[in-house]
């Protein structure tokens, strides 16, 4: 599964510029995404521009569209429907900056349907997208944190 750019495959990331600062994240300042063991979205310093954005995916099952992506029900989720890669693509009507990127994965709900590996590009259209994050999981169950704000090395860190 691919993100073009913002929020991932099940994306409710609060607007937290309200949010009590004791109960913020403490994310990691190496670029490596951090795990949330929770199924409520993590609380995070940063606006949610996601809901400005079109949403589209490579392909869903009937009632699993891209609308299950932000519809705040964690019990919901797009389900793809065709031949991989399946790629969630957020469009936003002006250039962003994306600080950071949470989504949602389960394997314990979804089992083999989990992606292992995620790829997240960004570009100004679908001709110049580059990879700025890969990881792969195992048997994830939360929600994930990706700072894409910084350049990766040849190694894969920033």
Not at 23 to 30: E, Y
Not at 75 to 90: A, K
Not at 130 to 148: L, S
């Amino acid at each position: 599964m691919d993100a073009t750019a913002a929020d991932g495959a099940r994306n409710d990331a609060q607007n937290a510029t309200d949010a009590d600062p004791s109960t913020a994240v403490n994310l990691p300042k190496d670029g490596l995404p951090i795990m949330h063991q929770t199924r409520l979205p993590p609380t995070l310093p940063w606006p949610d521009i996601g809901r400005i954005a079109k949403w589209s995916v490579s392909s869903y099952k009937f009632g699993f569209g891209a609308e299950c992506l932000r519809d705040g029900d964690p019990d919901t989720f797009w389900h793809s429907d065709g031949p991989q890669p399946h790629f969630i693509t957020v469009e936003f009507p002006r250039k962003v900056a994306i600080q950071k990127i949470s989504i949602y994965l389960s394997w314990l709900q979804d089992d083999s349907y989990t992606p292992s590996t995620l790829a997240i590009r960004a570009g100004t259209g679908p001709s110049d997208l580059q990879d700025v994050r890969v990881a792969t999981f195992d048997k994830p169950d939360g929600w994930i944190t990706f700072d894409v704000s910084s350049e990766l090395s040849e190694d894969g860190t920033t």
